[in-house]
Structures are given as structure tokens and as C-alpha cells.
């Protein structure tokens, strides 16, 4: 059974650098039928699609993040990373990273970690 | 960019009822549409993709339907269960999600 597990700090001060990495289990993350991405939830809102990765490198985000937002890949660990600059407090939610099948649908999904962000 | 306009934003029904909730696209996305459900505290969890095609596991009293820029997702009889919120998301370019409609007991 497939499993994503996110991790990285809970807390992050405003205008530093938010990181986090997704592990898969169960799967690698090399396969050619997926991609691999991150998507935030503010606490009380709405899911926001931050980016996603394709194992070769390949990579696509949302326009509204695209200058904040780097992901990469590790296929050796079968791990992803997000990384977002410049964070406010804006950037206070769980993130979640997950499976995407080529086509954009979204079918495994880690538990989420909240990140906040204050000094 | 494509803009998802979800509605209800919440809803009231009782047990046993038929629930609908519709998303409408901003543009012709094809069948590119897919709906969650997100129980508090969870990950969202994948019900219905390609607008009508049930996931693998999902109980058949969970549908979709609709293609182009209209789109409806149904429960036939509502259960305790499916107490959550839902949310449509397209796939036509970049992925992009519905603003939630918050499903609640009557």
C-alpha cells in the first residue's frame, strides 16, 4: 500500500524559508505514470494546488506562487521536497503532498503537516 | 487560469436524502473534474475522477456527472457517514480546486 509521510519543521519566522520533504512507501516515485505534488489547506479554508514534480525533474506550479516556489526530487531517498521563500503569515496551513496521476487526479495522500509561520 | 465556481457553499440534510452539489467551470474543461470528500482533521480522499468514474473502494451511493462546464456530484441517501466537506477539482491545465461545500446534518 502506497504511503506519502510529510516532514520539516512545525514553525517558521516570517521572511525566512518554509521546507519540507515527502517520503514514499510502498511505491517509488520513479514510476512513469505519476507525478508527485503539494497542496496547502489554511486552517478554516480552502485546498490551494502548490506545484508538482515529474521523477525526471520536470516541474509545474501555481502561477500565484510560481516566483516563491522550488520543488525538486531525490529518487535514491523516493523523496520530493517543497521549499517556499519568503513566507508570511499568510503561508500558515497543513501541507500535504500526494500522488497525481498523470492527468492532474489526485489519488494518494500524505496526513498533512501544519506549518505557521511567526517569529 | 480556470476558476471553479462550487455551490452550495454549505448544506443541510437529513438522513436518507439525495444530496447535489454542482461546480461550474469557467471554460470548457472536457470530463477534467474530480471530487473529494475531507472529513475534519484528514486528508482529502479521492471519490469520483474524470466526472463520473467512481474510485476504486468508493460505496455506489457516490456519483458524478456532467462534462464540458458543468458538473454535479450526488449522493443517493445520505449516510452519517458522509458528514465532510467536498470539493470539485479540475485538471484540464493546471490543477485547481472548487471552494468546498460543507455538507452537515440535519
Known amino acids: 500500500q502506497l504511503q506519502l509521510q510529510e516532514s520539516g519543521p512545525g514553525l517558521v519566522k516570517p521572511s525566512e524559508t518554509l521546507s519540507l520533504t515527502c517520503t514514499v512507501s510502498?511505491?517509488?516515485?520513479?514510476?512513469?505514470?505519476?507525478?508527485w505534488g503539494w497542496i496547502r489547506q489554511p486552517p478554516g479554508k480552502g485546498l490551494e494546488w502548490i506545484g508538482s514534480?515529474?521523477?525526471?525533474?520536470?516541474?509545474y506550479y501555481n502561477p500565484s506562487l510560481k516566483s516563491r516556489v522550488t520543488i525538486s526530487v531525490d529518487t535514491s531517498k523516493n523523496q520530493f521536497s517543497l521549499k517556499l521563500s519568503s513566507v508570511t503569515a499568510a503561508d500558515t496551513a497543513v501541507y500535504y503532498c500526494?500522488?497525481?496521476?498523470?492527468?492532474?487526479?489526485?489519488?494518494?495522500w500524505g496526513q498533512g503537516t501544519l506549518v505557521t509561520v511567526s517569529s | 487560469d480556470i476558476q471553479m465556481t462550487q455551490s452550495p457553499s454549505s448544506l443541510s440534510a437529513s438522513v436518507g436524502d439525495r444530496v447535489t452539489i454542482t461546480c461550474q467551470a469557467s471554460?470548457?474543461?472536457?470530463?477534467?473534474l474530480n471530487w473529494y470528500q475531507q472529513k475534519p482533521g484528514k486528508a482529502p480522499k479521492l471519490l469520483i475522477y474524470?466526472?463520473?468514474n467512481l474510485e476504486t473502494g468508493v460505496p455506489s451511493r457516490f456519483s458524478g456527472s456532467g462534462s464540458g462546464t458543468d458538473f454535479t456530484f450526488t449522493i443517493s441517501s445520505l449516510q452519517p457517514e458522509d458528514i465532510a466537506t467536498y470539493y470539485c477539482?479540475?485538471?484540464?491545465?493546471?490543477?485547481?480546486f472548487g471552494q468546498g461545500t460543507r455538507l452537515e446534518i440535519k
Open positions: 500526494a500522488r497525481l496521476r498523470v492527468a492532474g487526479t489526485m489519488d494518494y
Open positions: 510502498g511505491g517509488s516515485i520513479s514510476s512513469s505514470s505519476y507525478y
Open positions: 514534480i515529474y521523477y525526471s525533474g520536470s516541474t
Open positions: 471554460q470548457d474543461i472536457s470530463n477534467y
Open positions: 474524470d466526472a463520473s
Open positions: 477539482q479540475q485538471y484540464d491545465n493546471l490543477p485547481f
